[in-house]
């Protein structure tokens, strides 16, 4: 899967659970830049990004990821 | 479809619940609840997921969450705000993660035993405590712990977390069977379901404090929406059964009674066989049995004289076997046996018969299930039955509507149809609500639909208060006839103040509409209130989307219509111009 699949697919991902069709994701954004991105809605996206990717996350992977570029860079060392 | 129809999605709904709550909430006649949930560990999601359950069930909860695994303490020592809240319903969110005495192979069998003991008191302590809210709790019942130190010895051995938690999980279950108002939701069921190493996630759990793993949330909200929407009378009523590939393999009007597949001895006839008498024991509860085959009649009928049939034709209470498109005998039997079709579900193995109901009656559930080894699993884990609450007269209702059915039949008989009701010899018996009674009218108020002028609803402490309250006026109704005991199946309260009293609540059981049970009832109740010193009695309707039936009945008992707009019309009635209706029912009148 190429980087721009992995993104447009992260993307459709955050547009559904934050009910938003125009957001635009970009690898500096953290959920300081989105209302609703609370550690709340961070699990419900790792979840449904487990599920798109087939992939499985360990508590190391996830504990600590700063912003949506660590995210997508994460979901690409697993997808591979 | 909708996306609640189970089996659902729960990925989906966890990833579109803001676009789907924005559309739910359009929907028309929400009923508002207060729902308090307490927490013995991350609410966040399962209150967002419920909220979509209870919206699909056509409930609209505004929600109380209490303080971050603080369940003991808000009911223990409540600061006043769970009170004011008023809940309708209340949730503790407990796990295996909230007990705090949890042995270990430290202790002695002793010092294990107390600890069970004082983990035990705990949580008997913020039960009791629950009960002030005179509303229904749901309590949660234990997972299984995800490690056994002592491996499988640890279900025998006082100090194992296995034995501690069977033996909570007893003592709980003892504590809801013997409660009135408790209810169980079966979080350890769904964790052995599910499988305990899907249901919980050490990582979930460490980083955010969920007790149960994310993508189960919805699952277990599911089951505490079923919970909450059986006590709120939403259960499903009926089942419309196919018959060919449905409650047998094989086309009976092909390969004859003999050729279905039906019997134990093959693993096809198995499925079947299972399937009928788990339909069965669903009867047992009073749900409703219909057929809607397309069939000769007596071939259809046939498959249930076989001896090694479950179910027999008489277990049936409509029985459509025709050429007719099945949303036609659907509608059909809705109507003969008078229920709501959003009371039924339909089970078909065909999926083009599926979507055409689906299409023709967009209120009956259709059962989705792909193969006849599903099918028993299609309707138990949909919880259209969910069983919260079993009167004597649940066990009664299929046979009490075949008596309906047999009064209809003798209806026809008849030159005038008051000549038909003498002859049903009906006898009443009517009096003030009384502790034995409490239960079946609670009942009877949160499910009665149709025949209820204000929709109010009362909690089972609601109705007990009001048996000792002096300014009440209340009123039951048994109905039996030559054809059987119809049961309790009529309630009034009214509200005295002053020389005037208010009907706060008219409810009957539809089936017993136009028996001149209804007018009985009002006889009862004037000559209660005029035995009270009420001078005039005001009657309100309340219009919802289902009972229109009652818009116009106390105009045509003698009241006098005072006033009419969209949210509600107003009658009154002077007592002293009252004329009794009754001329068919022996009345018993007790106090």
């Known amino acids: 899967m190429t980087e721009q699949e992995i993104f447009d697919h992260v993307q459709e991902i955050f547009r559904t659970v934050f009910d938003d069709e125009d957001l635009v994701l970009t690898r500096e954004m953290t959920s300081a830049d989105i209302e609703d991105w609370d550690s709340l809605e961070q699990i419900n996206l790792l979840v449904a990004i487990e599920k798109r990717f087939s992939i499985k996350f360990q508590l190391q992977d996830v504990k600590d990821l700063p912003n949506v570029g660590a995210m997508l860079d994460l979901v690409k060392r697993m997808a591979a | 479809m909708s996306l609640f129809d189970y089996p659902f999605d729960g990925a989906m709904l966890l990833q579109k619940k803001r676009s789907l709550r924005r559309e739910l909430l359009k929907k028309p006649n929400l009923t508002p609840k207060k729902v308090a949930i307490l927490s013995g560990s991350t609410i966040g999601e399962i209150k967002n997921i419920l909220e979509l359950f209870l919206l699909g069930y056509g409930i609209a909860p505004e929600f109380y969450v209490g303080n971050y695994g603080l369940f003991y303490e ?8 769970l009170a004011a809240f008023k809940p309708d319903i209340l949730y503790i969110h407990t796990s295996r993660k909230n007990l705090k005495n949890m042995p ?28 002030r809210f005179g509303c229904p709790v749901i309590v949660n019942s234990f997972d299984a712990p995800t490690h056994r130190v002592m491996g499988n010895r640890d279900a025998v051995d006082a100090r194992g977390g296995v034995y501690f938690i069977n033996e909570m999980n007893a003592r709980l279950t003892t504590y809801v ?17 599910f499988g305990l190493d899907n249901w919980f996630s050490e990582s979930e759990w460490y980083l955010y404090k969920y007790a149960v793993s994310m993508q189960y949330i919805p699952e277990l909200c599911h089951n505490i929406a079923n919970i909450i929407k059986s ?9 419309v059964l196919d018959l060919d590939n449905t409650l047998w393999g094989g086309v009976i009007g092909e390969v004859g009674p003999e050729g279905i597949e039906l019997s134990t001895e093959t693993p096809g006839g198995m499925a079947y066989h299972e399937f009928q008498a788990y339909l069965k024991q669903l009867e047992n509860l009073g749900i409703l049995l219909n057929v809607a085959s397309k069939n000769e009649p007596a071939a259809a009928e046939s498959g249930f ?29 809705a109507k003969e046996i008078n229920i709501l079709p959003e009371s039924l579900v339909f089970v078909d193995d065909n999926p083009a018969e599926r979507e055409i109901v689906r299409q023709q009656l967009p209120d009956v559930t259709v059962a989705s299930f792909d193969g006849p080894e599903k099918m028993i699993a299609a309707i138990d884990r949909a919880g259209y039955f969910e069983t919260t609450t079993l ?9 009490m509507y075949r008596q309906n059915l047999a009064r209809a039949a003798e209806q026809q008989s008849f030159g005038s149809y008051e000549d038909y009701l003498k002859s049903l010899e009906m006898q009443g018996e009517f009096g003030s609500f009384t502790p034995p009674h409490a239960e079946r009218i609670t009942q009877l108020i949160n499910k009665t639909n149709q025949f209820n002028l204000t929709t109010r609803r009362y909690t089972g402490p609601e109705v007990e208060a009001l048996i ?10 048994r109905l039996a006839d030559k054809f059987g005991d119809n049961g309790l199946v ?42 009270k010193g009420v001078t005039r009695i005001v009657g309100r309707y309340l219009p919802t989307a289902k009972n229109l039936l009652t818009k116009e009945i106390y105009g045509t008992m003698g009241f006098e219509k005072m006033s009419e707009s969209e949210t509600e019309s107003v009658f009154a009635l002077q007592v002293e111009q009252y004329v009794p209706q009754n001329t068919v029912i022996a009345v018993t009148a007790k106090e």
């Open chain 2, 74 to 81: 808000n009911l223990v020592f409540d600061d006043g705000s």
């Open chain 2, 104 to 131: 270990t192979t430290a202790d002695t069998a002793q010092s294990a035993g107390e600890k069970l003991e004082a983990e035990w008191a705990r949580f008997e302590a913020a039960f009791n405590a629950a009960k």
């Open chain 2, 177 to 193: 069977g013997k409660n009135e108002g408790f209810y169980l939701n079966d979080l350890a069921y769904l964790a052995t379901r």
């Open chain 2, 231 to 239: 006590l709120l009378g939403k259960n499903k009523k009926g089942l």
């Open chain 2, 305 to 333: 004289a076989r001896s090694d049939s479950p179910l027999k034709r008489d277990d049936f209470l409509c029985f459509k076997a025709n050429w007719e498109p099945k949303s036609q005998s659907i509608a059909e039997i």
């Open chain 2, 391 to 399: 009167s004597a007269d649940d066990a009664k209702r299929n046979e």
């Open chain 2, 468 to 477: 000792e309250d002096e300014n009440a006026v209340t009123l039951y109704g």
């Open chain 2, 490 to 531: 009529s309630a009034m309260i009214g509200h005295v103040h002053g020389t005037e009293c208010d009907i706060e609540l008219w409810i009957m059981s539809c089936r017993v509409f136009k028996r001149q049970m209804e007018h009985t009832m009002m006889d009862e109740f004037v000559r209660r209130c005029a035995a």
